[in-house]
């Protein structure tokens, strides 16, 4: 595991200010889904109990029920690890000289990117929907000079105090870098 | 004569797939995780999940008669033996 102090490639002085995640309540809503989804074999049953009770009682319908919702038990416990592992692992780490993205697209899929934060042109933070209203997360766009133009910080707590912070910290890099942009 | 036991390999092919695919999950969350207690805590609560999820269904799967025919046919009326497949 990384230690949460550490960088890739560390600049000497460069030092962590945040790390970033998405917002605890995209973790409730993935989880609500779950439990959802985990209620539909018993419902069926149920159903099957209730309407068709020779399927149950019989010799083949029994275990062919059983291992089917079985299956479906261990596929969604594994489907609900890897929608974790690929939120969980989405991180955007803002440190005194750079911005570094860390995505994890799909299991298999993994892209790290990171700007120099004297190479930042703009930040902009959007709220947009009910539940990031309420909830107060949403999304923080940075525009830049570098290769890769556009950062997204996808569904963070509180954009527009990090926006703020980025464009505190890229106005002191701005003023300490040698280099003028 | 084929068995209902069919069902049953296709459980444990499920098994293998659920097993693999779940091995790959906690290596990226190891590797690529950051030393935290949620990162701890949820590779912990997934481990104890799958086994007693995994060791749950065996003890309900071996609760079942797997020798039972997958289809039997009676035929006695035409004069011939049941068909068993």
Known sequence: ??????????????????????????????????????????????????NIPTIIESDIGYPLLLVLFLSYYLILLVAILTVWTENYLDVWTITTDRIINREQNSLFNRIVSELELKMVQDVTAEQKGFFPTVFYYGDVYIQSAGEKERFVFEQIPQPYKIAKIIQQLDEKAKKNSPERI | MITIVVFYYLYLVIVLFFVIYSFFNIYHLIRFGFASFTNIIIIVAYLIAATFLIAYSFILLNQVDWSLPLINLPVGQLGGSDINI
């Open chain 1, 1 to 50: 595991m990384i230690s949460k102090n550490s960088l890739p490639d560390q600049h000497v002085g460069e030092e962590v200010v945040l790390h970033l995640r998405r917002h605890w309540f995209i973790f409730l809503k993935i989880f609500l889904f779950v439990v959802i989804l985990a209620l539909i074999p018993m419902a069926l049953y149920y159903m099957i109990s209730q």
